[in-house]
């Protein structure tokens, strides 16, 4: 083999052929038919196709929340003539003015916890926040327009409890000024007032928390109560022991998430009370939270009724009194004639209903022991 001839198949293998395959390849891509268009099978799965987006959010309606749970008392129009047939007419929304005042917080209060002493129960346990706060909007819309007064004097509850000491005012004018008075407003609306001499419950109310006119020194004058009196307390001594009354020793209060707690001394007892809205059945009312500790043992409590109360018997895990026009339900004490017996530790409800006639504590399962007709 020549020079000549070995130079020619180097030349052929290393530069002629990878450009002549390079320009092979070239020409199969350009040259190449477009693909069909792609068509998306109907039964195509969800990995298979793009993201799709979710339909939009749709808002809670007030008319809707309103027409399911309002409507049959305060009527349609919101006139207060609904098709339930109550024992007082129900409000008129179209007339304006509110139990418990006309911010949207009030109205708020009043739908989820009820008003005690009426027909009107409370829904929180039914309707969540965004159909709450759709159906206020509703309501308050049905009503004239109204400013919203506020008050720089005005303690107001908002999303903490608020624990306030002064002198409280008389409660009728079989009372007298209380000048160590306490009050405990809690975010559901409810406020509890007591003498600390010796932790007396003295009164519970609904609706704005309080307002005080005088901030010299302690205060000349007594602090203003604003809120409804849904429960008087009777004029009997709150604890006992061997028949005889015993004081109580005020320890102080603990604000703790949204309710607010007193601490009293009671013999060799510490209790801890809180108090909040409650129902029973469809009925409205409070109830009071006391925790034991220490030796309770002999110690009683009296039914805070303002009249007499008379037992009525057990039924569905409650003790039960009437007193007057109010309902008690006891759980986790011992009836001893219109007083409960206090356990040595453990934890006592007492649940107040307030204005229940017959026919609807009746109706709610309490042994009223009278013709419910």
Known sequence: MTVKSIVTNIVCVFIVAPVVAALIVWAAMVLRPDPPPQTMSPHATSSQTASIRPAPHTPVSGRTVYMANCARCHGASGDGKGTEQLDRPARSFLDGGF?????????RRVVQHGIAGTPM????????????????KY?????????????EAEFVVTDRPQVVRGMLPARGPWDVLQPRGLLVGGTDGLTLSYDTDDVRFRVARQGP?????????????????????IHFAGPAAPFWKDASPIAAEFLGTTTRGDHASIRLAVGDAVIVEEARTSSHETLPGYVRILRVSGDATGVKMSIPSFEAPVALGERSGWHWWRGGNDVF?????????DQIALPQVGT???????????????AAGIPVGMPTS
């Open 121 to 136: 129960p409370g829904f929180a346990g039914v309707l969540g926040k965004a159909q709450t706060d759709a159906v206020v």
């Open 348 to 362: 006592v409800r007492l649940l107040v209903l307030p204005g229940i006639d017959a026919a609807r504590a009746g």
């Open 329 to 337: 339900g006891v759980q986790g004490a011992q009836p001893s004639g």
């Open 209 to 229: 928390f309080a307002r005080r006119t005088d901030w010299e020194g302690r205060g000349g004058t007594p602090l203003e109560p604003l809120g409804r009196i």
């Open 139 to 151: 309501v308050k819309a049905m009503t004239p327009p109204t400013p919203e007064v506020g008050d």
């Open 99 to 107: 139990s418990f005042g006309n911010t949207t917080e009030a109205i």
